[in-house]
């Protein structure tokens, strides 16, 4: 069993909200380096959301896992490891990706806010400069 694979079906949704998270890091990236458009707070501030909203996923799926495992120990009068390992990794696969998101997610906005600052403060000074 793959990487991948252990994550069970929320990786589906995981990667949706990694998919527009990218998305909006890039829209933002844009917005702030072409000239004359306004800073685009709220799709900053966005990134920061789907990178929760992934983390809170990965905790769903490490539910689903700890459910999944829970679920077979009682099907079986014998348990292997192996059989309780499947279930465990789904608990811990989602999670990881769910918090590697988020970190992604968090440095990413910090350094668009930074950026927007910079850029508002640049503007400000030109403002300044111009009266």
């Known amino acids: 069993m793959t990487f991948f694979d252990s994550l069970g079906l929320i990786q589906y949704p995981i990667w949706l909200v990694l998919i527009l998270m990218l998305v909006q890091i890039v ?36 539910l689903i896992g700890a459910w999944m495992a829970a679920d077979l120990i009682s099907q079986v009068n014998e348990v292997s490891s192996s059989l309780i390992w499947s279930g465990i990794q789904v608990t811990m696969g989602s999670s990881v990706v769910g918090f590697v998101i988020l970190g992604f997610a968090s440095v990413s906005w910090l350094a668009l806010q930074y950026a927007a600052a910079r850029r508002q403060t640049a503007v400000q000074a030109r403002a300044g400069d111009a009266r």
């Open 27 to 62: 829209r933002a990236t844009i917005d702030l380096f072409r000239p004359g458009a306004p800073a685009a707070s709220l799709r900053i501030h966005s990134i920061l959301v789907l990178g929760a909203l992934a983390a809170c996923l990965g905790v769903l799926g490490s």
